[in-house]
């Protein structure tokens, strides 16, 4: 059974920090790894997807590493921003499943 | 092109109930499933399905029953609803294993 284990479990940064959030998992047979944000009682947003092959991926001011063989992904926030604060949480892909991490809380002070 | 719909947001029921959390998604995806979160437990499988007329089980199944009669709807039946099933459920769609999952506002369900 695939374990995702986030860590630490709550960041707060002033604003301008850069954020790194770490993610490990158990079995490193994943199709993908994928990080979500979720803020407070909503939905999750799709915030990158990495596939097994590839090694890191980038949008804007985030960028997701992936070490698959030693089950490992760490996501880099640069520059963060209150408008950053919230949940973020990270999800193996095997066998049509995703497993999730408890999440991150971060909180970036103005 | 509006994603994946989950209706209703809320909804309270008394122990004993039962109701259908319905869930569509208008992008053509094969795969489909069902994850409820709890406070400190995270985001846990229920049911999935990778196409029209194939389900299967996930993490924590027990109370819940699903189908797949068409590609776009996947519903959540719950038989007879009990406290511990008080969650927020969140329904998600990918086209395929390779693709990422595109997941629904969520219901937030309270079982009194």
């Known amino acids: 059974k695939q374990e995702v284990t986030q860590i630490p479990a709550a960041l707060s940064v002033p604003e301008g920090e850069n954020l790194v959030l770490n993610c490990s998992f158990t079995?490193?047979?994943?199709?993908?790894l994928q990080w979500f944000r979720q803020d407070p009682g909503k939905g999750l947003t799709s915030l990158l997807l990495?596939?097994?092959?590839?090694r890191e991926q980038t949008s804007g001011r985030l960028n997701a590493s992936l070490d698959k063989s030693s089950g490992r992904s760490t996501l880099y926030i640069a520059a963060s921003q209150p408008g950053d604060s919230a949940t973020y949480l990270c999800a193996a892909s095997n066998d049509y499943k995703l497993s999730f991490g408890a999440g991150t809380t971060v909180t970036v002070r103005a | 092109n509006a994603g994946v719909t989950q209706t209703p947001k809320f909804q309270v029921l008394k122990t004993g109930q039962s109701m259908t959390l319905q869930c569509a998604q208008d992008?053509?995806?094969?795969?489909m499933s069902w994850y409820r979160q709890d406070p400190g437990m995270g985001l846990r499988l229920i049911h999935y399905s990778v196409g029209a007329g194939i389900t299967d089980q996930g993490e924590v199944p027990n109370g819940y029953n699903v189908s797949r009669s068409t590609t776009e709807d996947f519903p959540l039946r719950l038989l007879s609803a009990a406290p511990s099933q008080t969650s927020v459920y969140f329904c998600?769609?990918?086209?395929?294993?390779?693709?990422?999952?595109?997941f629904g506002s969520g219901t937030r369900l309270t079982v009194v």
């Open positions: 992008m053509n995806h094969e795969y």
């Open positions: 990495i596939q097994s092959s590839q």
């Open positions: 998600a769609s990918s086209f395929n294993q390779g693709t990422g999952y595109t």
């Open positions: 079995d490193s047979a994943i199709y993908n």
